[in-house]
């Protein structure tokens, strides 16, 4: 039997903004925050490349991507939005890109 849940995606990112190596550690504690949170968590190894602009100023990102299945109720989208503030300061970003929609997990 089927049941509709919500994915979270985040893209985390491997860069500070200046360029510097993220230490693997604040990576590994986000991964570790999510799995306690919701008792698992998957992370893709492919590195994804963005390039975005803000305020005329143009930046290269090399991204992972983080998801969480969960149920699709309120408070897990609450913490994922009170999650984002700090994982900006974590990673010492802008803006943390973050997506949801539901899927059908078989």
């Not at 509709?4 to 993220?22: H, Q, S, W």
């Not at 989208?77 to 949801?100: A, G, N, P, S, V």
Request: proline share 3%.
């Amino acid at each position: 039997m089927s049941r509709m849940v919500r994915r979270f995606e985040v893209l985390l990112p491997l860069r500070f903004n200046n360029g510097t190596a993220i230490p693997d550690n604040a990576i590994a504690d986000t991964l570790l925050e999510l799995e306690q949170q919701f008792g698992a968590v998957s992370c893709d190894t492919q590195t994804i490349r963005g390039q975005w602009r803000h305020e005329s100023q143009s930046y290269r990102d090399d991204l992972i991507r983080v998801y969480v299945d969960a149920d699709d109720e309120p408070k897990n989208r609450q913490y994922f939005i009170e999650c984002k503030e700090r994982l900006k300061i974590r990673f010492q970003q802008i803006d943390i890109w973050m997506t949801t929609y539901l899927i059908e997990v078989i």
